[in-house]
């Protein structure tokens, strides 16, 4: 006689709960997708002249920041799928490297506002008199300042991916693109979310110029917090501004709940580690999430889609096995790509020199070169003192996941957090106390680039195996000994990473801290950065000469320490500091 089936009791009691979450995320999804659709369609208007004043009522905050977070999180999207691209394509191509490291290098040193003064006819001319080109617009504008420290960061877990990792993907006979998401992905996964919270974190901090666009001497700010606090700032009204510093407070709190702390947690399951720590980082939102029965339709959904790309993606040949496109590596090809790119490379900086030269004189570089030296002096000064303060914390939260449960939302806060929110309470101390704002200039400019210091040497003492720390407690290694033979080591990659991109934030941080204003009062420090503000302000036929001779003078700067210091190191970390 068959007995009958019987079920566990928890099991029965937990289906009307699971149902009740099912039904819950559900109707929070279709909220989401309603409010998209309702702040998207303020895109899509017609431009009326004399229809963009920003107001600073209270009332309009709320769409004002669901506004910002949407151009946020499109630029966040771009930013990673090019991050993906670019990175991969500079550490498989040694050919390719040589150009697409340097040219990243030149992206990352050019300001927001040296972007700003190219595309917005560009894309005015995409979408004249509609709303479209000027989001497009802003959202590139808030691109540019995401995209380079994640790009540095992929780049970088690729060329130190461990030896085994490589000889598994040939012994499997993985097709590349399998090899791409199945190895390549997870292993960057941890720096590509800590350095994407810091991307958004930067794109905060500019959020004020990427919604203030500007073309043919007319203004055209877009509905947002970052042009709501400007307006406030601009009428003097500190009321506003506190309005904006408080929305913005409930948006970084709000957006690290639900999107980057369910980020971080799921990202510690891509750990290179034999033993998996008791202690770490949890999601209530991502606990929710696995508990329902979502991520098994979304799952299944995503395997037959996975799995009809993956074969289309076969073409692309196997991982022991050379593409079918790629060309034979002899000398001759190098010389002859080193001349291509070369001539190219002149002919560009020919005819920006002579467009500069012609509507400036030649005056202008010696001017940008000494105003460089002396934004130059700030940064490195910046970078040495942030990275004495930073990395000691930056590795005591990474190594205790408890700590960093409590402190991921207070760094989030800090960091997302627009720094020149505060400038005009900046500007009134700097004038009561009489501090001059080639001293203040460098605070300021803390404020916006440091926090890449941090957040790189979290991810890294965060990647660092629980077995080799374990292994160090039992051989009782501490002090200098363990920060030498295992913290040092561990965290020197990501830190080469983050000091590439706080040098580059600190330059273009620069562009707002060297010149603040507030009511009628300005305070202007001697430095490149404020040189390119002034000339991105002015309205005199040289004022476009002037900014494009700033933005290629700061280029060069950056570049040229990269190239002296940061690429050195860079093979360092590649050569000694990799995980085997």
């Known amino acids: 006689m068959a007995m009958p089936r019987t079920f566990p009791l928890h099991a029965a009691l937990a289906r009307p709960k699971q149902s009740a979450l099912d039904v819950l995320i559900g109707a929070a999804v279709i909220v989401v997708l309603y409010s998209l659709i309702r702040v998207g369609r303020g895109a899509t208007l017609t431009i009326v002249p004399g229809s963009t004043q920003i107001s600073t009522r209270a009332i309009d905050l709320p769409y004002y920041a669901a506004r910002s977070l949407l151009r946020m999180f499109i630029a966040l999207a771009a930013a990673t799928v090019f991050s993906l691209g670019y990175g991969y394509a500079a550490a498989r191509s040694r050919r390719l490297e040589k150009v697409l490291l340097p040219l990243l290098d030149i992206l990352q040193s050019v300001p927001v506002l040296g972007f700003l003064v190219v595309i917005v006819s560009f894309f005015l001319s995409l979408?004249?008199?509609?709303?479209?080109?000027?989001?497009?617009?802003?959202?590139?504008?808030?691109?540019?300042?995401?995209?380079?420290?994640?790009?540095?960061?992929?780049y970088h877990s690729l060329i130190t991916l461990p030896r085994e990792f490589d000889?598994?993907?040939?012994?499997?006979?993985?097709?590349?693109?399998?090899?791409?998401?199945?190895?390549?992905?997870?292993?960057?996964?941890i720096g590509l979310v800590w350095n994407g919270m810091m991307s958004m974190a930067g794109a905060w901090f500019f959020l004020s110029a990427s919604e203030a666009i500007s073309s043919n001497g007319r203004s055209y700010p877009l509905p947002g917090v970052g042009s709501y606090a400007a307006a406030a700032i601009a009428r003097g009204d500190l009321r506003a501004v506190g309005l904006a510093i408080a929305t913005m407070a409930v948006m970084v709190i709000g957006v690290n709940f639900l999107f980057w702390r369910p980020m971080t947690a799921a990202a510690e399951r891509f750990k290179m580690e034999l033993s998996e720590s008791s202690d770490r980082q949890r999601s209530v939102l991502l606990e929710m999430l696995q508990h329902?029965?979502?991520?098994?339709?979304?799952?299944a959904a995503r395997h037959r889609v996975a799995g009809s790309v993956g074969r289309a993606m076969a073409v692309l040949g196997r991982d022991d096995e050379p593409l079918a496109v790629a060309g034979p590596r002899g000398r001759a090809g190098d010389v002859a790509f080193v001349v291509i790119v070369a001539a190219f490379s002149a002919f560009g900086l020919w005819k920006l020199v002579s467009y500069t030269v012609s509507h400036s004189g030649l005056g202008v570089y010696a001017t940008a070169l000494g105003l460089g030296f002396l934004t130059f002096l700030r940064v490195a000064f910046?970078?040495?003192?942030?990275?004495?303060?930073?990395?000691?914390?930056?590795?005591?939260?990474?190594?205790?996941?408890?700590?960093?449960?409590?402190?991921?939302?207070?760094v989030q806060i800090l960091a997302s957090f627009p720094a020149n929110f505060l400038f005009p309470f900046a500007t009134l101390l700097f004038i009561h106390t009489g501090i001059s704002l080639n001293i203040g200039a460098v605070l300021l400019m803390a404020l916006g680039s440091q926090w890449y210091i941090l957040f790189n040497v979290i991810a890294g003492a965060m990647a660092i195996p629980t077995d080799l720390r374990e292994a160090m407690d039992n051989l009782r290694i501490t002090g200098w000994q363990r920060?030498?033979?295992?913290?040092?080591?561990?965290?020197?990659?990501?830190?080469?990473t983050e000091a590439i991109t706080a040098s580059g934030g600190a330059w273009n941080a620069s562009i707002v801290a060297e010149i603040v204003s507030f009511r009628n009062r300005t305070l202007v420090a001697k430095g490149l950065g404020a040189y390119i503000a002034q000339a991105f302000s002015a309205t005199d036929p040289g004022h476009v000469a002037r900014v494009l001779a700033g933005v290629t003078v700061m280029s060069l700067y950056v570049v040229g320490v990269n190239r002296l210091v940061w690429r050195p190191l860079y093979g360092l970390a590649e050569r000694r500091y990799k995980l085997e």
Do not use: C, D, H
């Open 483 to 496: 920060w030498r033979s295992l913290i040092i080591p561990g965290i020197f990659p990501f830190y080469v």
């Open 167 to 189: 000889e598994l993907s040939r012994n499997l006979r993985l097709t590349r693109w399998m090899r791409f998401w199945k190895i390549e992905v997870p292993a960057g996964a």
């Open 292 to 299: 329902s029965r979502w991520p098994q339709l979304v799952g």
């Open 127 to 154: 979408f004249p008199n509609s709303y479209l080109g000027l989001e497009l617009a802003s959202i590139f504008a808030i691109f540019t300042a995401q995209a380079w420290n994640m790009t540095f960061s992929f």
């Open 382 to 410: 910046l970078v040495a003192i942030s990275t004495l303060v930073w990395v000691p914390v930056g590795v005591r939260i990474g190594q205790s996941p408890r700590l960093a449960r409590i402190a991921q939302p207070v």
